[in-house]
């Protein structure tokens, strides 16, 4: 299983949101602690959970580095390996990954006692792409993805039902190209899903002080659709007399 190596918990009192947070491939948890900062601030009451990929890196990026930090030689972690990865391979990759992923989040949401909904994922390039695809997978896994610089595998049949979905992706990105995200985005809305793209300029593959304000802005901003009927569901109902001409008189 996955190891927590930083958390952000309540000074006082049970958390009533969990946010748990996956780094990409050849970094470590400490790599998403300026997001955790960000999350932990704005929801003092939320356990803000880093989580580290269950296996050593074993890709060597062109820097020499099995970190991808340019320079430390610690090595890093991965959710899969990307070693000869391929379109062919990729989604068997991650599949095979999936299982251990799922378990962790409904481990934590146990010892939490918080449940799917009030709980949000939030990864960056192949951390992303564990959040996305097991959203997919896994129905109330989480009430909201925060997807930086990520992608789905293929694109989804299906969108996950009660989940929001926020894509974060920078023009210049040439790892991940940010068509991933607006694909992924226009294809969750025809599906009906709930889903938000924000696509900025100037920014490469990396979690961006922008694009971390961009997903804070949609944390406080955006009414999810469960929200909306679950309001309209609960909205009193006025009865009135209906007039001649509606009814067809």
């Known amino acids: 299983m996955s190891t927590t190596a930083l958390a952000h918990l309540p000074r006082e009192g049970p958390p009533d ?17 300026p997001l955790a900062q960000r999350l932990a601030h704005e929801y003092p009451q939320a356990a803000v959970i880093c989580l580290n990929g269950p ?12 970190s991808g930090t340019g320079g430390d030689h610690t090595i890093g972690r991965q959710w ?21 992923f799922i378990a962790t989040v409904r481990t934590l949401q146990a010892r939490f006692g918080i449940g799917w909904e009030r709980t949000a994922l939030a990864g960056f390039s192949q951390g992303a792409i564990m959040a996305l695809e097991a959203v997919q997978a896994e129905p109330q896994l989480a009430g909201r993805v925060l997807a930086f610089s990520g992608r789905h ?44 793209a924000d696509v900025l300029p100037g920014l490469g593959h990396a979690l961006h002080t922008e694009l971390m304000d961009k997903a804070i802005g ?25 007039s001649s001409e509606e009814l067809g008189g």
């Open 17 to 33: 949101l969990l946010y748990l947070l996956f780094h990409g491939v050849g970094a470590t948890a400490d790599n998403m602690a």
């Open 218 to 242: 949609q944390l406080r901003t955006f009414l999810p659709k469960k929200v909306w009927r679950q309001a309209m569901s609960e909205a009193p109902v006025i009865p009135r007399a209906a």
């Open 153 to 196: 595998v293929d694109a989804p049949t299906h969108a996950p039902a009660d989940t929001t979905v926020h894509l974060f992706h920078g023009i210049d990105d040439t790892v991940i190209p940010y068509r991933a995200s607006v694909d992924s985005a226009q294809c969750l809305m025809a599906l009906g899903g709930d889903v938000t």
């Open 80 to 100: 899969f390996s990307i070693r000869l990865i391929s379109d062919a391979n990729r989604a068997q990759r991650v599949a095979a990954a999936l299982p251990l």
């Open 55 to 66: 296996e050593p890196c074993d890709t060597v990026f062109d820097d020499g580095t099995r």
